[in-house]
């Protein structure tokens, strides 16, 4: 092989590792008017909950979409939005905007879940067995296990 058929080889392989990533990343980005309750369940993936003076619940979900192992779900169901990842993924993260007073429950085998900027007379609810729970800046009645 020539040198210049090497180097162009080289590049093009470099390219592939570089892109690939990219290309199997996703993202939903989904506003919700005129809910009072969140309920997020996932195998593996985590949840950022960051508290708002709004009044939408904004979902900004990122996750990897390298096989169809990952089947994000966004659904409303009355004033109740149901979100899960059904079978599974650790390569996913959801970003939860939440206004005060929203009824928030999340349940997840491995995920961990941060929360900040809580306001919320209402129950703030999350269970993993096996991934962290943290709670920072926030104030409300919070069942956390």
């Known amino acids: 092989m020539t040198k210049r058929m090497n180097i162009l080889l080289t590049l093009v392989i470099l390219a592939a590792l570089i892109t690939a990533p990219a290309l199997g990343s ?6 919700f008017s005129g809910k009072d309750t969140v309920k997020l369940q996932t195998m593996a993936g985590d949840c ?12 900004h979900l990122v996750y990897e979409s390298r ?18 990842d059904r079978m599974g993924g ?12 929203t009824v928030f429950r999340f349940s997840s085998v491995s995920g961990n ?12 609810s999350a269970k993993t ?3 962290d729970i943290k709670v920072q800046s926030s104030k409300g009645v919070f069942q956390l296990n």
């Open 90 to 101: 650790d390569d996913s993260v959801w970003p939860i905007t939440l206004p005060a007073n």
């Open 26 to 31: 996703e993202e939903i980005k989904k506003t």
């Open 113 to 124: 879940v941060s929360a900040s900027g809580i306001d919320s007379e209402k129950e703030f």
């Open 67 to 84: 096989s169809d192992y990952l089947k994000p779900q966004l659904r409303e169901d009355g004033n109740v939005v149901v979100l899960s």
């Open 129 to 131: 067995v096996s991934g």
């Open 48 to 59: 950022v909950v960051k508290g708002s003076s709004g009044s939408d619940v904004v979902v």
